[in-house]
């Protein structure tokens, strides 16, 4: 006499099967609707291109100034002087320090000048890594953003890119 089919090992193997394949895939479209909120489409993608053009904008006009700095970061203190380009009235600088990978990293300083004529202000003394450094005016009327690994020991340059537009 033969056994009942619940009983036998191959039609509980056939039912594992695709009950596996199901379980994955409650787990990954979970996984995905819980942790995702990284969206590729762009809602308003008129809005974003012009505020990319006015970025370009900006840089370009850094360009025709021909503002650049030196600039150096180490033991938890930032200096910047202009390179060239350096304006009549040297008025209070906004940076941004944006990391490459970790966004609790990034921070930005409003910078006064000093009476050297550079401008200096506290940065973490651990900073440590890839990151783009972002300098503009009070009026944002240009942009000077390049990537640094830090800390910087000597003095660097930097010059107006459109590395991150």
Excluded at 54 to 71: C, D, P, R, T
Aim: charged share 20%; aromatic share 14%; with cysteine.
């Amino acid at each position: 006499m033969e056994k009942p089919w619940y009983k036998q090992f191959w039609p509980w193997f056939l039912i594992a099967l695709p009950v596996t394949v199901m379980c994955v895939c409650a787990t990954i479209i979970y996984l995905s609707a819980s942790q995702g909120g990284f969206s590729m489409v762009v809602d308003d993608y008129y809005k974003r291109g012009k505020t990319i053009n006015a970025v370009i904008e900006h840089v370009e006009k850094a360009k025709q100034l021909g503002i650049s700095f030196n600039l150096t970061a180490q033991e938890g203190k930032f200096t910047l002087q202009y390179a060239s380009g350096q304006p009549k009235e040297l008025t209070a600088l906004t940076v941004k320090f944006v990391h490459a990978t970790q966004a609790d990293k990034d921070f930005q300083r409003q910078v006064t000048v000093g009476a050297d004529g550079v401008y200096r202000t506290n940065i973490p003394a651990d900073m440590n890594g890839k990151y783009t450094v972002t300098v503009t005016p009070h009026n944002a009327d240009w942009k000077v953003s390049e990537q640094f690994y830090f800390p910087l020991t000597k003095a660097t340059l930097l010059e107006p890119n459109l590395y991150g537009v």
